[in-house]
């Protein structure tokens, strides 16, 4: 998977903490994974105890980040919920 469809599980709805980025729509955000990871959790840890999510959501997070702190804007390429 490259890291442009990667991007692609990232959403952000405005209904969902305020707009952050969030995995595939769903209420777990993109900081949490990377807090979870930056505190010594494994991706393998994550897994379990977010049952839900998959090993792409993952590298998913890191790739956001990672273009991120390379100064892309991210944020304008990710995809956004549609509000009805």
Do not use: N, W
Request: contains cysteine.
């Amino acid at each position: 998977m490259t890291e442009d469809e990667l991007l692609e599980r990232i959403t952000v709805d405005p209904g969902i903490f305020g707009g952050k980025p969030i995995i595939r729509g769903m209420r777990i955000a993109v900081e949490h994974v990377l807090g979870m990871l930056a505190a010594g959790d494994t991706p393998e840890r994550l897994l379990q105890e977010y049952p839900f999510l998959e090993p792409a959501d993952i590298q998913a997070c890191l790739a956001y980040a990672h273009r991120s702190l390379s100064g892309e804007q991210v944020q304008d390429r990710i995809a956004r919920a549609k509000t009805t």
